[in-house]
């Protein structure tokens, strides 16, 4: 099953009668449309203690299976069909960490090039990863959704404990490749070209495709559309610019630019996707 990123995709917003982290049953009542693909402006970690069925995030199918964590994004666009013996909880939040801080820097399961959304964990850690959400829906019950430095805490360490799985299954070596993305993260506001990037290595864009090509399946210009998309998604959710200001922000030469730029991606203008996260 595939995902046309073409067609306009439903996009729920943060649920405004809840705390900023919360946990619910995956087999709570829907809060919306979800058994068609779908997509949200904040964090979901799916965790499956047992299971069976599909889920579909970003045009890739994953088994749902016992001792997994399956991670979506901001923006991911996904579709969960689970078996009714599943048993599994969904950790949603928003705003943990400040919305100017690139999360997937110290996350980088959120990243926006990782293309593996699904963690299979050895159960030893499953179970301390199980045993935490716990406690952290028992800290957020007990101060009536209020959040505390306990359950940031709480968070943190169960994001901390799946970054140890991640890093045993996910890794670029390639230094060039390595050193590209650092240096994008640097310049992807102001420089949009993949020339620009390949004379701060000193190799040739050529030799810079073919590196980033090998080592994760994308040509520069691909990784640099997909920077400036998900910057994009999260300016338009998470701040109060205006189209025209993040053109700006984003480098581009004007709102028009920008708005056909995104209208290519997403299927819909930056406004018209704006104001969907308000329904």
């Not at 996904?78 to 997937?104: A, M, R, Y």
């Not at 045993?168 to 070209?193: A, C, G, R």
């Not at 984003?250 to 299927?267: C, I, M, R, S, V």
């Amino acid at each position: 099953m595939s995902v046309n990123k073409k067609i306009e995709v439903p996009s729920y917003a943060y649920p405004k009668d809840q705390a900023s982290i919360y946990v619910e049953s995956i087999h709570a009542p829907d809060r919306y449309e979800s058994r068609r693909p779908h997509r949200h402006n904040y964090f979901e970690i799916m965790l499956f203690k047992t299971g069976s069925g599909s889920h579909v995030i970003n045009q890739k199918k994953y088994v749902v299976s016992e001792c997994s964590a399956h991670i979506i994004s901001p923006q991911h666009i996904h579709l969960l069909n689970q078996g009714s013996d599943t048993e599994g909880v969904v950790i949603i939040f928003e705003k943990f960490i400040s919305p100017d801080k690139d999360f997937s820097l110290e996350y980088p399961f959120f990243h926006f090039l990782n293309a593996n959304h699904v963690l299979d964990i050895e159960p030893g850690l499953f179970n301390e990863i199980w045993a935490l959400q716990k406690l952290l829906e028992k800290e957020i019950i007990r101060t009536k959704n209020k959040i505390n430095a306990i359950t940031n805490a709480y968070l943190t360490i169960i994001l901390s404990k799946l970054m140890s799985v991640f890093k045993n299954e996910t890794s670029i070596n390639d230094p060039v490749v390595k050193s590209f993305l650092y240096l994008l993260e640097q310049h992807y506001t102001t420089e949009h070209k993949a020339v620009f990037y390949a004379q701060l290595l000193h190799i040739s864009p050529t030799q810079l495709t073919k590196k980033t090509t090998e080592t994760i399946g994308l040509s520069p210009k691909e990784i640099i559309q997909i920077r400036l998309f998900d910057a994009a998604c999260k300016l338009l959710l998470f701040s109060e610019m205006s189209v025209k200001e993040i053109a700006f922000t984003l480098g581009f030469f004007d709102a028009a630019h920008f708005t056909k730029f995104f209208e290519n991606k997403q299927g819909m203008s930056p406004k018209k996707f704006k104001e969907a996260q308000k329904v």
